[in-house]
């Protein structure tokens, strides 16, 4: 049996202030194992089939220009509950309802550039997943403790 998976993006504004290695840290000193990692430059189209539930919303178009406005940094990460566990470690999607300790809770305060998107559940990780990274993801085991995390 697989272990689970999950979709981790850090949007531009993670990427432009230096976050992505603190976020990594942040999954890998958790126990989470790391599967895909790609540094890109999104467009419309992508972030347009990755935000299609929030199409019919006002702010779409911003969101848009918000996500083409740098690089993303797509990850998917491995291990039990790791979707549930994720979404705790990114805190509240509005930042200013994220507890400390949290990733947005400490290095965010506007709900517009909230550092971060994680999947809310393992169907949204696998169609994450398949569009951010059609090639595939590595498939390793780890050599050492690997019962402790799988």
């Known amino acids: 049996m697989s272990a689970e998976r999950t979709y981790i993006m850090v949007k531009p504004d993670g990427v432009e202030r230096g976050l992505v290695g603190e ?13 895909a990692l790609k540094f890109v430059q999104a467009d419309k189209e992508l972030l347009s089939k990755h935000y299609a539930d929030l199409a019919t919303k006002p702010f779409f178009p911003g969101l848009l220009d918000y996500m083409t406005s740098g690089p993303v940094v797509g990850m998917v990460w491995e291990g039990k509950e790791v979707v549930k566990t994720g979404r705790k470690m990114l805190g509240a999607t509005n930042p200013l309802d994220s507890a400390p300790g949290t990733i ?7 709900v517009g550039k909230n550092l971060c998107h994680g999947s809310d559940s393992v169907e949204s990780a696998d169609k994450e997943i398949s569009l951010w990274f059609p090639e595939g993801v590595v498939g390793w085991e780890r050599k050492l403790d690997a019962q402790i995390y799988e």
Do not use: N, P
């Open 104 to 110: 947005r809770g400490d290095y965010c305060i506007d």
């Open 23 to 35: 976020i990594i840290k942040r999954f890998e000193s958790r126990g989470f194992k790391l599967a």
